[in-house]
């Protein structure tokens, strides 16, 4: 099943108005804070789905605020929020590989998009999105850690990616699927095409991002633990995602 059908089919099953999926508690308040003031900032929001992240971000103070996706139903999903409840985000459907714009943006997000590509389809992506970065602006996106796939993180855990007799570097461009989980157990369908870190800081050099990246790797914290053992203990400690940040 190709990213669009998965997103198409599922739609409903990942709106939301609060934090119901793991990364929703793992990695998405992470790109939030990443962003710092948005007082007046406009906002390119890449993968935006259906819309969570840039409810947040506008909520926090965002400018304009442009979210595209390739799901016609996520985006479908997001204009009837916005209709409900309006924010002023404007929401577009359309490939983010062949995406392009004339406007400028002081922050460009990308929360688990480069996990549904393959290398040269997200080095497209890099340059479009640093051709769409206004000077001195940033780019912040989050990612399934590279090693996660190949971690065993014992059974029924809420975050994998099936990844069985698959290796770390000659496997690049392979795509893992897997299960992410809301709290109340229901599984979200997921998938990773498998990259090394390189990819990842090749992808952005040749993009034109000279300057070197922030990098923070995630994990569930004891914290989280404290409030749901059951649903965050199992990953205590494993390499989730990784977030990136880098300037134009």
Same mark, same amino acid.
């Given at each position: 099943?190709?990213?669009?059908?998965?997103?198409?089919?599922?739609?409903?099953?990942?709106?939301?108005?609060?934090?119901?999926?793991?990364?929703?508690?793992?990695?998405?308040?992470?790109?939030?804070?990443?962003?710092?003031?948005?007082?007046?900032?406009?906002? *390119?929001?890449?993968?935006?789905?259906?819309?969570?992240?840039?409810?947040?971000?506008?909520?926090?103070?965002?400018?304009?605020? *442009?979210?595209?996706? *390739?799901?016609?139903?996520?985006?479908?999903?997001?204009?009837?929020?916005?209709?409900?409840?309006?924010?002023?985000?404007?929401?577009?459907?359309?490939?983010?590989?062949?995406?392009?714009?004339?406007?400028?943006?002081?922050?460009?997000?990308?929360?688990?998009?480069?996990?549904?590509?393959?290398?040269?389809?997200?080095?497209?992506?890099?340059?479009?999105?640093?051709?769409?970065?206004?000077?001195?602006?940033?780019?912040?996106?989050?990612?399934?850690?590279?090693?996660?796939?190949?971690?065993?993180?014992?059974? @029924?855990?809420?975050?994998?990616?099936?990844?069985?007799?698959?290796?770390?570097?000659?496997?690049? @461009?392979?795509?893992?699927?897997?299960?992410?989980?809301?709290?109340?157990?229901?599984?979200?369908?997921?998938?990773?095409?498998?990259?090394?870190?390189?990819?990842?800081?090749?992808?952005?050099?040749?993009?034109?991002?000279?300057?070197?990246?922030?990098?923070?790797? *995630?994990?569930?914290?004891?914290?989280?633990?404290?409030?749901?053992?059951?649903?965050?203990?199992?990953?205590? @400690?494993?390499?989730?995602?990784?977030?990136?940040?880098?300037?134009?």
């Amino acid at each position: 099943m190709d990213t669009q059908q998965v997103y198409n089919q599922n739609a409903q099953k990942w709106l939301r108005l609060e934090p119901s999926s793991l990364s929703d508690f793992t990695a998405r308040p992470l790109v939030f804070d990443a962003c710092g003031e948005l007082a007046g900032r406009s906002v *390119l929001d890449i993968g935006c789905g259906e819309g969570y992240c840039a409810r947040e971000l506008k909520c926090r103070g965002a400018g304009d605020y *442009l979210g595209v996706d *390739l799901s016609e139903q996520m985006i479908e999903a997001a204009k009837l929020q916005e209709a409900k409840e309006p924010l002023g985000i404007e929401y577009r459907a359309c490939d983010v590989v062949e995406f392009q714009t004339e406007r400028q943006f002081d922050v460009c997000i990308a929360v688990f998009l480069f996990n549904y590509l393959r290398v040269e389809d997200m080095n497209k992506v890099f340059r479009r999105v640093y051709d769409a970065l206004a000077t001195g602006g940033e780019f912040i996106f989050s990612v399934p850690h590279p090693f996660f796939p190949f971690v065993r993180v014992g059974e @029924n855990p809420p975050f994998y990616f099936s990844a069985a007799g698959k290796n770390y570097f000659t496997d690049v @461009n392979q795509q893992f699927e897997g299960e992410i989980w809301k709290r109340s157990g229901e599984p979200l369908h997921v998938q990773c095409v498998h990259k090394t870190f390189t990819d990842y800081f090749d992808g952005l050099r040749l993009a034109g991002f000279y300057t070197m990246p922030e990098i923070r790797e *995630l994990t569930v914290t004891e914290e989280l633990v404290a409030t749901d053992e059951a649903f965050f203990g199992p990953l205590l @400690n494993e390499p989730l995602h990784v977030l990136f940040k880098v300037k134009k």
